[in-house]
T-cell receptor
Framework: DTGVSQDPRHKITKRGQNVTFRCDPI?????LYWYRQTLGQGPEFLTY????????KSRLLSDRFSAERPKGSFSTLEIQRTEQGDSAMYLC?????????????FGQGTRLTVV | KNQVEQSPQSLIILEGKNCTLQ??????????LRWYKQDTGRGPVSLTI?????NTKSNGRYTATLDADTKQSSLHITASQLSDSASYIC????????????FGGGTRVLVKP
């Protein structure tokens, strides 16, 4: 499968624990995005990378959230001291260098449940 | 503030019928508008992508329209099938800010037999 891959697909964790998600983008894509989606809502932007540089972070990304893309390939999203409000689907997308008609491809998402 | 508003929030239609979903946006400067289909528990999948100069684009039974002057788009589903049951999300990209995508809240479509 040469699409965007996310791991794990599902994660259940206790409140206060740390979790880390991984995203492997399509190999030629140098832009990588993270979104969060709660039930019944559209995805909300969290952050994006151009190669290894994190170019923008949403105010939704509190101090407990950190994202990295160390070699400009895969990315990780870590949530520290999880709270019940962090329960959501975390989506990753990748795209080639931005252009007017640039397509973004999404992974299947990681569903996080904080109990 | 860049926003994308979709209506209706949800709708139920009978198999074989047509329906139209609406999307209004304030994203500027506009780069492109996409419609995605998202099945429950899965990532969004692109249906169409339209740039400023395109008014209509079709993908099988899905037809999207764009009026860049009024900043409105619609997605028309023809002869609906049970597999069309999903959320349809309008996504607008701004030329600035790295082509960041702004998502609408989606319209949940349920097709009944």
């Amino acid at each position: 499968d040469t699409g965007v891959s996310q791991d794990p697909r599902h994660k259940i964790t206790k409140r206060g624990q740390n979790v880390t998600f991984r995203c492997d983008p399509i190999s030629e894509h140098n832009r990588l995005y993270w979104y969060r989606q709660t039930l019944g809502q559209g995805p909300e932007f969290l952050t994006y990378f151009q190669n290894e540089a994190q170019l923008e972070k949403s105010r939704l990304l509190s101090d407990r959230f950190s994202a990295e893309r160390p070699k400009g390939s895969f990315s990780t999203l870590e949530i520290q001291r999880t709270e019940q409000g962090d329960s959501a689907m975390y989506l990753c997308a990748s795209s080639p260098q931005a252009g007017v008609g640039t397509e973004a491809f999404f992974g299947q998402g990681t569903r996080l449940t904080v109990v | 503030k860049n926003q994308v508003e979709q209506s209706p929030q949800s709708l139920i239609i009978l198999e074989g019928k047509n329906c139209t979903l609406q999307c209004n946006y304030t994203v500027s400067p506009f780069s492109n508008l996409r419609w995605y289909k998202q099945d429950t528990g899965r990532g969004p999948v692109s249906l169409t992508i339209m740039t400023f100069s395109e008014n209509t684009k079709s993908n099988g039974r899905y037809t999207a329209t764009l009026d860049a002057d009024t900043k409105q788009s619609s997605l028309h589903i023809t002869a609906s099938q049970l597999s069309d049951s999903a959320s349809y999300i309008c996504v607008v990209s701004a030329k600035a800010a790295g082509n960041k995508l702004t998502f609408g809240g989606g319209t949940r479509v349920l097709v009944k037999p």
